[in-house]
């Protein structure tokens, strides 16, 4: 064979090694049912504790009617902080 003749038979080789079909690794389905859902609310807790320290989170309503940082902690009414303004 010659260089050339030898190129194109590899050439024709690699051709129909890539039609044949190669097993993958199969994929098995999932154990666990599912459903569709059309709509989902997250409700969260507008507190939260842990070891060293606590976290007051304000609504969106309470953040926009505040007119400066004082006025929002007032609306969070956090039980432990007395604010007295001057």
Known sequence: MTEKTQKAFW?????????????????????LSTIEMKEVVVKARMH??????????????QKTS???AIDLL?????PQMSLFEK
């Open 74 to 78: 007032k609306q969070l009414a956090i």
């Open 66 to 68: 505040a007119q400066n």
């Open 11 to 31: 050439g024709v080789m690699m051709c129909l090694i890539g039609m044949l079909p190669i097993k993958g690794v199969s994929q098995t389905r999932d154990s």
């Open 48 to 61: 939260r504790t842990d070891a060293s320290s606590s976290t007051f989170t304000p609504t969106a309503r």
